[in-house]
């Protein structure tokens, strides 16, 4: 890990957590502080269809893990990126120098979710997913190489 960004100039960091935490609010200040560049995966994931068709139940595109990390590879070589996705697994461990997980309030995340319209079953899948930690836990599992992992909740 260490040897990987020594030939990076500027820092690559992931900004993960469940959906309706506020990665894309965070990481959009962040670039703007920063001028380091924002990467939405779930944007990128439908601009250049990155994935394997939509999902009915899930309600979501199927991200292609191989393709994403495939378009990714030469511009996280260079750093200076904030990557911004409520998944954080698949990624290489040596992309990252700095890991960010975003936690927020159930009843507000609840409150986020049913106002962008998501049906029930989304809503609770992601409500329960914020009250396991999931994507805390997913995050110490898949970065335990030396990258600081910092806990933000939000509760606003
Ligand atoms: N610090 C904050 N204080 C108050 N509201 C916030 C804050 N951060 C985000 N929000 C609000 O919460 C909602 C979700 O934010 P945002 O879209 O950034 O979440 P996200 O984690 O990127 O979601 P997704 O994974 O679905 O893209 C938005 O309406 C946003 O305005």
């Known amino acids: 890990m260490v040897k990987d960004s020594i030939k990076r100039r500027k820092p690559n960091i992931l900004v993960t957590g469940t959906p309706g935490t506020g990665k894309t609010t965070t990481s959009t200040a ?5 001028q380091l560049n924002h990467i939405n995966i779930g944007d990128l994931v439908k601009e250049k269809n990155l994935h394997d068709g939509w999902d009915d139940e899930l309600d979501s595109y199927i991200l292609n893990e191989d393709l994403v990390c495939d378009e ?24 990252f120098d700095c890991v960010v997980v975003l936690q927020t309030d159930n009843t507000i995340l609840y409150d986020r979710l049913s106002r962008r319209g998501y049906k029930e079953s989304k809503l609770s899948n992601n409500v329960e997913c914020e009250i ?18 910092c806990i933000e909740k939000r509760y606003y």
């Open 30 to 34: 962040l670039a703007e502080a920063t």
């Open 72 to 95: 990714l590879e030469d511009v996280m070589d260079e750093g200076g990126n904030i990557v911004d996705y409520h998944g954080c697994d698949f990624f290489p461990e040596r992309w």
């Open 132 to 149: 396991f930690q999931v994507l805390l836990e997913e995050a110490k599992e898949s970065y335990a190489g030396g990258q600081s992992c």
